[in-house]
């Protein structure tokens, strides 16, 4: 079933210094259930994407559907949640409290704000952290914790923009792996924007090259890859063809701009 389907979308943003098109022409399915990385240089549009599917950005052309309703309505009906670059936790409220905010606004009972928190920081492996201070954790264990908010009401798509762009690479390295292990389990659909070519190919079903001026797809590469993937992966013949793809879609769309 499709869950996200854009279809012609065109959006372009009217500044001072006159009009930005910042996304041309995107058609892209995602099914449920798939993995989707966006990858490209600075400015070709990957947030604006992301941000076009959680109805913070109006395109200017086209169409977009997420869960067969406009993005707005599936805003209203919590279709998903959003994971940042700075994992965006409040220092004064503790891990279980950041958890627990969205879920107070959206107006569970307690017990129930309870049960989900303890539920998603064991998902996240930080089930002995809910008493801590964002402060008291390391960078990954942050973003982990803005994981396990973003999971924590149930919404059927993860949007992540660069969630690990941050951390360094053994950590990002552990993360990965255990994003993947976390999307095993809980089958949401995720859109995920990337700079990095192997973090792209560990992670997707599929993967997204756009190029930038305006923001278009130059590739669109369904992975080959099996869906248990130990991070060894990375060193087959497999996984360096698709690496390979995915570097000469960017070089291609480097000099098609
Ligand atoms: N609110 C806005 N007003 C004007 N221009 C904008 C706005 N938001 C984004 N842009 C422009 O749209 C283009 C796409 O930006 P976007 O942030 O989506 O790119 P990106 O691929 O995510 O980049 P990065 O990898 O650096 O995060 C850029 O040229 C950017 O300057």
Request: proline content about 6%.
């Amino acid at each position: 079933m499709t869950t996200i389907s854009a279809q012609s979308l065109d959006l372009t943003f009217h500044t001072g210094d006159g009009p930005v098109q910042a996304l041309s022409d995107i058609t892209l399915d995602v099914a449920e259930g798939e993995f989707v990385s966006f990858i490209g240089p600075s400015g070709c549009g990957k947030t604006t994407f992301l941000r076009c599917v959680a109805a913070l950005e109006t395109p200017t052309g086209g169409t977009l559907t997420v869960k067969g309703m406009t993005p707005d309505e599936a805003r209203k009906a919590r279709a998903y949640g959003y994971v940042f670059q700075a994992a965006g936790l409040y220092p004064w409220r503790t891990i279980g409290k950041n958890i627990t905010l969205p879920l107070e606004i959206m107006g569970y009972s307690k017990s129930e704000r309870q049960e989900r928190m303890r539920r998603v920081l064991k998902l996240v492996e930080l089930e002995k952290f809910a008493n801590k201070y964002p402060w008291q954790l390391s960078g990954g264990m942050q973003q982990r914790a803005s994981i396990a908010r973003a999971l924590s009401f149930d919404a059927e798509i993860l949007l992540m923009d660069e969630p690990f762009g941050a951390l360094d690479e053994i950590v990002r390295d552990r993360l990965n792996e255990e994003l993947l292990a976390l999307w095993k389990r809980t089958n949401k659909t995720t859109l995920f924007v990337t700079h990095s070519i192997p973090e792209a190919v560990y992670l997707s079903t599929k993967i997204v090259v756009m190029s930038p001026r305006p923001g278009r797809i130059a590739d669109v590469i369904d992975s080959p890859l099996p869906r248990d993937r130990p991070l060894d992966i990375r060193d087959t013949p497999e996984f360096l063809a698709v690496a390979h793809r995915v570097r000469e879609g960017l070089r291609e769309g480097m000099e098609a701009a």
